[in-house]
């Protein structure tokens, strides 16, 4: 019978980067513009007097139909038996352009059964890349085929919906849960509130990915944590090449 650590090397750990679609509302095509300003005002907690589409910069990146993504990073367990280790193997994709990350990403979903694991992946990372490789003309692989499937078919494994145990009144934050394991911080250098500025305005993408990175590493520790065994073993990181080309991306042009 698989043991636990057997079965972890079918997991893959992931975590996705996102910004804004373009760095300025006007930069949007223009019937885009028109639907966030209707977003815009769905979104907005006090109705106080904003200029429209002053919320777009901020917030635009969490909606899959107003931003893009822009690294994905990805990592998963190999076993040492005799070393008593666990090692993670982890790579953050990035291109030039997003379809091209999104088809190399669907190409690593293809090579095996993968179970997919993030942090509040089931109500963000999975439906975002879903939304963003169909509006992309690209197929979903089967690890993200979900519509028509029951919910124990579908192997995707979230830490945030783990921690919960049924109840659904809080959202964990990442950070929390690294805090109460005791698992290093990823936030130490950045945080997801400034993801969209380091890409559009410091064009930092590097920043971005070792961000992403870290946030893969710190949910795969998580995950390791909510399932402890009797017997000890030394986990190790190891961050392979990671795919990246130019990340300068031209804006969609309005109509």
């Known amino acids: 019978m698989a043991t636990f650590l057997d079965q972890l090397g079918d997991i893959l750990f992931l975590d996705i980067e996102t910004a804004s679609l373009t760095e300025k509302f006007e930069e949007l095509p223009e019937r885009l513009q028109g639907e966030w300003l209707k977003k815009e005002r769905l979104i907005q ?19 899959a139909e107003f931003g893009q993504v822009v690294c994905i990073g990805v990592g998963y367990f190999q076993q040492k038996k005799k070393e008593k ?19 190399e990403f669907k190409a690593l979903l293809d090579k095996k059964k993968w179970v997919m694991c ?4 089931k109500e963000f990372d999975f439906p975002y890349l879903c ?3 169909l509006i992309q003309g690209i197929p979903l692989p089967e690890p993200l085929q979900i519509a028509g499937k029951k919910p124990w078919e579908l192997r995707h494994l979230d830490t945030m919906e ?14 929390l849960l690294a805090a109460v394991f005791g698992v290093p911080s990823s936030k130490d250098d950045l945080d997801g509130s400034q993801v ?7 064009k930092d993408i590097e920043k971005i990915k070792k961000y992403c990175l870290k946030d893969v590493e710190v949910t795969a520790r998580i995950y390791l944590a909510m399932n402890p065994q009797e017997e000890e073993y030394h ?11 130019d990340q300068k991306r031209d804006a969609p042009q309005s109509d």
């Open 45 to 63: 907690s006090e109705k106080l007097d904003r200029t429209p589409g002053e919320l777009y910069f901020d917030r635009a990146g969490i909606h």
């Open 85 to 103: 280790k666990v090692i993670l193997r982890s790579k953050c994709i990035a291109h030039q352009e997003e379809r091209e990350l999104l088809l």
């Open 118 to 121: 993030a942090h509040n992946g």
């Open 131 to 133: 939304r963003r490789m």
């Open 162 to 175: 783990l921690w919960k145990f049924g109840d659904y009144k809080h959202y964990t934050r990442l950070e």
């Open 196 to 202: 969209n500025g380091t890409f559009h305005l410091e």
């Open 235 to 245: 986990v190790e990181v190891l961050q392979l090449k990671n795919s990246s080309k």
